[in-house]
Nanobody, 126 residues
């Protein structure tokens, strides 16, 4: 059973930074793509960032490119999202996500995601 547990959310002022962590368990972590999505109130869940199983390839939503950085530590079974220059529009619940297919790139379509964490709230005040 794949389990994803996020941490690191909180309240921050605009322009500030937060680092989200996601600890994975239940299977061999290093062979699966990982990513982050977010969902603001009354909005659809949207893609934020993804990282390949090896960590060599990353993708970002245009809205966070240049401000957010996704990384992973396969020795710690963890994936991270460093968020800098935060804006009020970044306010959302952030979800860690992964796929059931090894070596596949994580889809940016939330309908195609197989496993989700419980989410962590990020609130950016203006």
């Amino acid at each position: 059973q794949v389990q994803l547990v996020e941490s690191g959310g909180g309240l921050v002022q605009a322009g500030g930074s937060l680092r989200l962590s996601c600890a994975a368990s239940g299977r061999t972590f290093s062979t699966y793509g990982m990513g982050w999505f977010r969902q603001a109130p009354e909005k659809e869940r949207e893609f934020v960032a993804a990282i390949s199983w090896s960590g060599r390839t990353t993708r970002y939503a245009d809205s966070v490119k240049g401000r957010f950085t996704i990384s992973r530590d396969n020795a710690k079974n963890s994936v991270y999202l460093q968020m800098n220059s935060l804006k009020p529009e970044d306010t959302a619940v952030y979800y860690c996500a992964t796929t059931r297919m090894p070596y596949y790139s994580l889809s940016s379509d939330y309908h195609a995601i197989d496993f989700w964490g419980q989410g962590t709230q990020v609130t950016v005040s203006s």
